[in-house]
């Protein structure tokens, strides 16, 4: 009867971080060396070795750096690469912040980035926004509503009363002598009249806007 002996099973397959180690082990370097060799910083060699591919700098600098570290061991680069975009696509895909349940707080760098542009954008549509309504509250004419007299009003007596309601920052002038209104923007005062027709004119304005205007006629017989 055989004996079972267990052997230790080996992958054929090596990634793109070990066979870089290992063709710069096989020259007898270190990471420094190689660094100082292809000007880079030993920390990208080492995250390259070590398949860390989210600590590798982008864009052009990071394919002429990879490039020129490949092409100095000697390796295929053409083989290579294929390989390094496709374990990088992966490893990408694997520790996107979207996909991941915890997440670490350096991959939350984005997210400010993002709130602080919407809050920037808010804050001056909400200004321009208040800035319109108060230039329109401050330019555009008082409201003016007069409850008395009404209009072509006849009457015996020589006194009327002028009443009516305005917005309380407003100031207003009956036949150009101004009357006082309470917090609420009411306001009641007694006129002396003449006999036959008299034009009252009533006016409301605030300190930089436009006027209202209301006239009433009334007759006394």
């Known amino acids: 009867m055989n004996k079972f002996v267990s052997r230790q099973v080996f992958s054929e397959y090596k990634g793109v971080g070990d066979q870089l180690r290992s063709?710069?082990?096989?020259?007898?370097?270190?990471?420094?060396?190689?660094?100082?060799?292809?000007?880079t910083k030993p920390k990208?060699?080492?995250?390259?070795?070590?398949?860390?591919?989210?600590?590798?700098?982008?864009?052009?600098?990071?394919?002429i750096f990879?490039?020129?570290?490949?092409?100095?061991?000697?390796?295929?680069?053409?083989?290579?690469?294929?390989?390094?975009?496709?374990?990088?696509?992966?490893?990408?895909?694997q520790n996107n912040i979207f996909s991941k349940k915890v997440v670490k707080s350096s991959g939350l760098i984005i997210f400010p980035k993002i709130f602080r542009n919407?809050?920037?954008?808010?804050?001056?549509?909400?200004?321009?926004l208040y800035l319109a309504f108060y230039l329109k509250d401050n330019v555009s004419a008082p409201d003016l509503k007069i409850?008395?007299?009404?209009?072509?009003?006849?009457?015996?007596?020589?006194?009327?009363?002028?009443?009516?309601v305005t917005a309380p920052e407003s100031e207003v002038f009956i036949n150009g002598q101004m009357v006082l209104i309470d917090r609420n923007g009411s306001f009641s005062e007694?006129?002396?009249?003449?006999?036959?027709?008299?034009?009252?004119?009533?006016?409301?304005?605030?300190?930089?806007?436009?006027?209202?205007?209301?006239?009433?006629?009334?007759?006394?017989?």
């Open 66 to 93: 990879f490039k020129k570290y490949v092409a100095f061991l000697g390796l295929d680069y053409r083989k290579i690469s294929k390989g390094f975009l496709r374990e990088r696509k992966s490893f990408t895909s």
């Open 118 to 128: 919407i809050l920037i954008a808010s804050a001056i549509f909400v200004s321009f």
């Open 147 to 164: 409850i008395s007299p009404t209009a072509n009003q006849m009457q015996h007596e020589l006194l009327a009363e002028v009443k009516g």
């Open 23 to 39: 063709a710069r082990i096989n020259r007898g370097l270190s990471i420094d060396a190689v660094a100082d060799i292809v000007k």
């Open 190 to 221: 007694t006129i002396n009249l003449k006999k036959g027709v008299n034009i009252v004119t009533i006016k409301s304005k605030k300190k930089y806007g436009k006027e209202a205007v209301v006239t009433r006629q009334i007759l006394v017989e």
């Open 44 to 63: 990208y060699i080492e995250a390259l070795e070590m398949e860390n591919y989210i600590d590798l700098p982008e864009g052009f600098y990071g394919k």
